[in-house]
């Protein structure tokens, strides 16, 4: 150890030979304070991400693809594919939508109702491991099967459909002239004044089919009708059957119509069926027990005030026109048992999430067997954005979309990430005012000590040595207030993880103060302190080595 280590030391003490000077504590308490701010600070920024990414994780998939269209029926062929990219663990189909939930008198809206398979889900969700209350056994029902496909409700143009289309347009070809046939027919009789009680300007079929003038026409001989046409009585009847209304008497209600209580009888106030009419699964245990299960959240379960074996009713809010077989798409309304509830310790999931069989998911809809999307699970969830990747290049058409879970909650983590950086540049101000505590105390270090710097000097030390010392005096401040910083950032940081600070869920969607203490993190926070407290002596240390033994010694 050469001397210049000796004089830092040295001058780290007070003229009354005390183990440090009060300026040196001052110094070395500053660099403390401000690396255990940064060091707590980082680690409960480090413990948002990760709570965060462990909820986000726990309820959704690493990778998730989707289709660029209404339906995605071929989900089964992509998870094949997909199975092959390499990184990739385990892939399931899942089905998720927006529902109400209805509990007795308590309604939950803007839930979204996930189906998932069964089987497969464990394998890429950590859902299990959040289950607090009952199993995942039930969820599906026993021989349970995909719902078909709608019909389709638009013409068939594919190659085999010429023929039934070519019969069609040329029936459609013969009515049409008929109808031409017809009209002329009616204006030659409405010239000779045969249907008085018709306006002059009525021509339509529906019309005349209410006076009697097409059944009149209908029974004409013949050769009344146009030769061209061919076959006109036949068609003429096809036209009035399709247009007229039913025989007399066929809408007429049967039996006495009459209301028990007389026509001036009031509606009670409750429109209450009858159980033939509107039978209500959830009044019969046994019925309930054969209902699909479903899993929820613990925040909306207690919402809805159900527990595990209630039956609760699941509501598509959707009306209205759709493409579907049906035309119109009026609410679906299903009952399900609870099986299971889970906490996955986000509030936005406990509160808004419901697992059911992705059968039961798809009959919400009328879309057949389709799916919203295809979730995979991969080894590394931090290659997850490159595995994304070559699954698109194994998808590439233009049709497909593959997402990671960072691109799905890029919102989220975009934010954390912000307010980490943001929150440790600001905190690094700490360390560097107490770096000016150091540039301080170094510089009155110099000034006290310019006699003996001179005398160093004078007896042969060089300005290497001189900058030496009083770097050295600057490093052993760093280091040891830095380690004593680290070391009450070390100890704040697991009192706040063992207290568990509350927090409100509905703000920060996690219901205590999360702590990541990571090694990494803490050497970064001490290098950067030690860095800075070596820069700030440079200007002190610069001074005294410049300092020549006339200027030391002229005052003597």
Not at 361 to 386: C, H, L, M, N, P
């Amino acid at each position: 150890m050469g001397y210049p280590v000796q004089i830092a030391l040295r001058y780290l003490g007070s003229k009354k030979r005390a183990f440090v000077s009060v300026g040196t504590a001052f110094a070395m308490l500053g660099v403390a304070l401000g690396v255990a701010a940064l060091a707590i600070v980082m680690s409960v920024t480090g413990g948002f991400q990760e709570q965060f990414r462990e909820k986000v994780l726990g309820v959704n998939a690493h990778v998730i693809v989707l289709k660029y269209a209404i339906h995605f029926r071929d989900y089964r062929d992509v998870m094949k594919k997909v199975e092959k990219v390499p990184g990739v663990v385990a892939v399931a189909p899942f089905v998720i939508n927006p529902m109400m939930i209805t509990h007795g008198d308590r309604t939950a809206t803007g839930v979204l109702l996930k189906g998932v398979d069964p089987e497969m889900m464990p394998k890429v969700l950590d859902l299990p491991r959040h289950i607090v209350e009952g199993s995942l056994e039930g969820m599906r029902k026993p021989g349970a099967t995909p719902p078909e496909s709608p019909r389709e409700v638009f013409p068939d143009f594919r190659e085999g459909a010429g023929k039934s289309g070519k019969n069609e347009s040329e029936g459609t070809g013969k009515k049409q002239s008929l109808l031409e046939a017809i009209e002329q027919q009616i204006a030659d009789d409405k010239a000779k004044d045969a249907y008085g009680s018709l306006d002059a300007g009525t021509t339509d079929l529906a019309t005349l089919i209410a006076t009697g003038a097409a059944r009149d026409i209908a029974s004409k001989p013949a050769e009344a009708a146009p030769a061209k046409t061919g076959g006109g009585d036949d068609i003429i009847a096809d036209l009035i059957a399709e247009s007229a209304p039913p025989p007399q008497g066929a809408l007429l209600p049967a039996g006495n119509v009459t209301p028990s209580g007389g026509f001036t009888s009031t509606l009670p106030d409750d429109d209450v069926l009858p159980e033939n009419v509107d039978p209500d699964p959830c009044r019969s245990p046994q019925q309930v027990k054969a209902l699909p299960g479903v899993v929820l959240g613990r925040s909306l379960a207690k919402r809805l005030a159900v527990g595990l074996g209630d039956c609760l009713q699941v509501t598509s809010p959707q009306i209205g026109m759709s493409f579907g077989a049906s035309g119109v798409r009026p609410p679906i309304a299903k009952q399900f048992r609870v099986i299971a509830i889970f906490e996955a310790g986000f509030d936005q999931y406990d509160s808004k999430l419901v697992y059911t069989d992705l059968y039961e998911a798809q009959a919400f809809y009328e879309q057949g067997d389709s799916v919203t999307g295809v979730e995979a699970k991969v080894d590394d969830i931090e290659r997850a954005a490159d595995i994304a990747k070559d699954v698109d290049k194994l998808l590439a058409n233009g049709v497909y979309h593959t997402m990671d879970w960072r691109e799905l909650n890029h919102g989220l983590f975009t934010a954390l990430l912000i307010q980490q950086i943001a929150m440790s540049v600001v905190l690094t101000l700490i360390i560097v005012v107490a770096a000016f505590t150091v540039i301080a105390t170094l510089i009155m270090v110099v000034l006290d000590k310019k006699k003996e710097i001179a005398l160093l000097k004078a007896i042969g030390a060089s300005d290497d040595a001189v900058l030496r010392v009083f770097l050295y005096q600057g490093g052993i401040i760093g280091v040891v207030g830095t380690a004593l910083g680290l070391a009450i950032g070390w100890i704040g940081c697991k009192g706040l993880a063992a207290y568990g600070f509350p927090l409100d869920p509905k703000v920060y969607f996690i219901s205590k103060l999360p702590v990541n203490v990571r090694p990494t993190e803490f050497l970064i926070t001490g290098a950067v302190a030690i860095v800075i407290c070596l820069v700030a002596t440079i200007f002190p240390a610069l001074y005294a080595a410049r300092l020549r033994p006339s200027d030391g010694l002229r005052a003597e």
